[in-house]
């Protein structure tokens, strides 16, 4: 039997707005977009707390009652405080009810949906509530910022998950948490590992990980899986192949899908980043999906970017190729033990490759500058946990050398302003498809152009124009 919802909505001035319905996701969705009733002035509303009845009955009672609550009593309500609830009530048949109502799952915490606080208005103030209950945003903040071990790996999780929604009510939630944790990140060295298909970054990302937490570290490694075209769903099985570090408290590993997202990373990489940051995880690792020579957008979000690449992978002509290899600061060959020879000449033509892709449009590289970061190529195997100091004495090298001569605080900068565009390109993309007007036109546009009678490039004028 599909159960019956009392629920609470947080209103943009303050003020609480009790309902019930048997569809809970469909009501949100109405007072999320309705131009009537009593939330159609009051938006952004977000749903605060809400519990299940077996009876319309029963639901329509106990809305009656909430409705006539004081503020402080629907505030413990929120909390959860059931000993404040029944101190404040003056009769206990209602919440009685509900407890009986569903005895095995009980009442939905405020978790559920992430309230923002509301903006202030003009008006007579509200009165606060006798027991203070944190904001659930600043409370997952607060977690992620000090909390103890197992309730920051909870938060992380959380918070990254509340990042990735595509939910508009949610996307403001995740907002206002990254504004809360910004000033708690940065601190952190960001390396971007990416390389083909097989070519052993998780195994080396595992290898590293254990060095690094060896020598006092805290590591976050942030995985991207592609999803499939057709099914749309991801495997996510890169903690498979991190069994040590995956278990390890001073290591937290987040898989996320591709989503369809280009470059090899996930629309909310950057935002996960920041989010380990603030957990005071001081190397955050961000391994791509298995890229080609186009997929650069892990070095556009990281401080250091290593390239990781097989022996016998391709010839002289194929080192040189623009892309993925010219913007990189650091080239791995991988697997060096199953043949040595091969991983010796991989690294002679690939260190010949970055010189000359160096020089374009750098003629003062031409004479070694001990203040300039000059790619390097080393070779190690990471099955075998061999040449894992000898890549981080590089990358310790790197950092010392960008930190000293300011290029990594303006790569940085480069970085949030780069972040910020592709955040407005996304965003017009998203209002353009929900564009009231361009919804209207859009499906007989698309026949007209599927049938061969308006071209593409012309519809496409047409619907922006609409959207305009």
């Not at 919802?5 to 048997?22: N, Q, S």
């Not at 060896?214 to 490694?221: E, T």
């Not at 605080?409 to 209002?431: F, H, P």
């Amino acid at each position: 039997m599909k159960p019956f919802h009392v629920y609470l909505l947080l209103c943009r001035d303050g003020t609480y707005y009790a309902g019930h319905t048997d569809e809970l996701d469909a009501r949100m969705l109405q007072h999320q977009t309705s131009d009537t009733g009593y939330t159609a002035t009051r938006k952004p509303v977000q749903l605060v707390w809400q519990g299940e009845f077996e009876s319309r009955e029963g639901a329509l009672a106990f809305e009656q009652q909430i409705k006539g609550w004081s503020r402080a009593k629907m505030e413990a309500l929120i909390a959860g405080d059931w000993e404040r609830v029944q101190t404040l009530a003056r009769s206990k048949q209602g919440l009685d009810g509900l407890r009986q109502a569903q005895p095995e799952r009980g009442i939905a915490q405020a978790e559920r949906k992430i309230p923002v606080r509301p903006e202030p208005v003009e008006g007579p103030a509200h009165p606060e509530p006798t027991t203070p209950v944190r904001p659930p945003v600043e409370g997952l903040a607060h977690q992620i910022v000090s909390g103890a071990a197992m309730p920051q790996r909870r938060a992380i999780a959380k918070a990254i998950t509340l990042l990735e929604s595509t939910r508009a009510d949610h996307r403001a939630q995740g907002d206002e948490l990254l504004t809360a944790l910004l000033p708690h990140s940065g601190h952190a060295f960001r390396l971007g590992i990416s390389g083909v298909p097989g070519v052993g970054k998780s195994t080396f990302i595992e290898a590293l990980g254990l060095y690094l937490i060896d020598k006092g570290h805290r590591v976050a490694v942030l995985t991207v899986d592609p999803s499939s075209t057709v099914s749309g769903g991801s495997i996510l099985g890169d903690k498979t192949r991190m069994e040590k570090l995956s278990v390890h408290e001073q290591a937290y590993i987040r898989p996320s899908p591709s989503s369809g997202t280009l470059g090899g990373v996930a629309e909310k990489t950057r935002e996960a980043m920041l989010v380990c940051e603030a957990a005071s995880y001081d190397i955050v690792i961000v391994e791509t999906v298995g890229v080609g020579q186009s997929e650069t957008a892990v070095s556009g979000m990281t401080d250091m970017f290593v390239l990781m690449q097989l022996p016998n992978a391709g010839d002289d002509l194929q080192a040189i190729k623009k892309g993925v290899m010219e913007l990189a600061d650091l080239v791995v060959i991988n697997k060096a033990d199953i043949d040595p020879d091969a991983a010796t000449r991989a690294r002679a033509q690939i260190t010949s490759s970055l010189r000359l892709l160096g020089l374009q449009g750098h003629p003062e590289h031409a004479h070694h500058n001990d203040a300039v970061w000059h790619p390097q190529v080393i070779q190690l195997s990471a099955l075998l946990g061999r040449g894992v100091d000898a890549f981080w004495a590089e990358v310790s090298r790197f950092r010392t050398l960008q930190t000293g001569n300011g290029q990594l605080n303006t790569r940085r900068q480069q970085q949030a302003r780069a972040w910020m565009w592709e955040r407005i390109d996304a965003g017009l993309k998203q209002r353009f498809r929900v564009h009231p007007q361009v919804r209207a036109a859009l499906d007989d546009t698309t026949q007209r152009v599927l049938a061969g009678t308006l071209p593409a490039s012309t519809a496409a004028r047409q619907l922006l124009d609409l959207f305009d």
